[in-house]
C-alpha cells in the first residue's frame, strides 16, 4: 500500500554470521526494500524517446551490416530489434524512468552484444572511478594470499 513507505528499512542491518567478513561500510538493501523496488519498477510503462529510436534504427543497421556476426551462427532477425527495445526499456525501468533515453539502449546494446559475440563492446567515454580508500585494509597490496 501507500501508507508503508516509511516502514521498510532500505539497508538490511549488518549480520557477522550472514554477511562474513564483508566490510560494514558495504551496504546491502534489505530483502523487503528489493521487493518493493521491483513491485514499484513493474509498474513503470517508459516511452521511446526520439534519441533512443534514433539510435536503436542505427544500432540494428549496423548489426545487420556487420559481416562477423552475421556470418556467425546467429542470424540477425526482426526479433534482434525487438530485443533491443525490450532490453532499452528494462534498463530504463530499472532506472524508474518514464522514458526510454540513448543511454539505456547504450546499456541494452552492450548486453545484445555480449549475448550475440561474447565480447563487451568498448566504452571509449569510460574513465574508471578511483576506488574510495577509507582507511586502508590491505586487499589492495597485499601479497599475504
Do not use: W
Not at 100 to 108: C, I, M, P, Q, S
Request: some cysteine.
Amino acid at each position: 500500500g501507500e501508507g508503508d513507505e516509511d516502514e521498510t528499512p532500505m539497508y538490511q542491518k549488518f549480520n557477522q554470521k550472514l554477511h562474513g567478513s564483508r566490510e560494514r561500510s558495504e551496504k546491502q538493501f534489505s530483502q523487503a526494500f528489493i521487493k518493493k523496488y521491483v513491485r514499484y519498477a513493474r509498474r513503470m510503462k517508459p516511452r521511446l524517446s526520439e534519441d533512443a529510436t534514433t539510435r536503436i534504427a542505427e544500432l540494428y543497421a549496423e548489426i545487420r551490416g556487420a559481416n562477423d556476426i552475421a556470418s556467425g551462427t546467429l542470424p540477425i532477425t526482426p526479433r534482434t530489434l525487438e530485443t533491443l527495445i525490450r532490453l532499452a526499456t528494462a534498463h530504463a525501468k530499472c532506472r524508474l524512468s518514464s522514458l526510454v533515453e540513448k543511454l539505456d539502449v547504450e546499456k541494452a546494446n552492450e548486453v545484445l552484444t555480449f549475448a550475440l559475440t561474447n565480447e563487451t563492446p568498448v566504452d571509449k567515454d569510460y574513465v574508471p572511478k578511483e576506488p574510495e580508500d577509507e582507511g586502508g585494509d590491505g586487499d589492495d597490496d597485499s601479497d599475504d594470499g
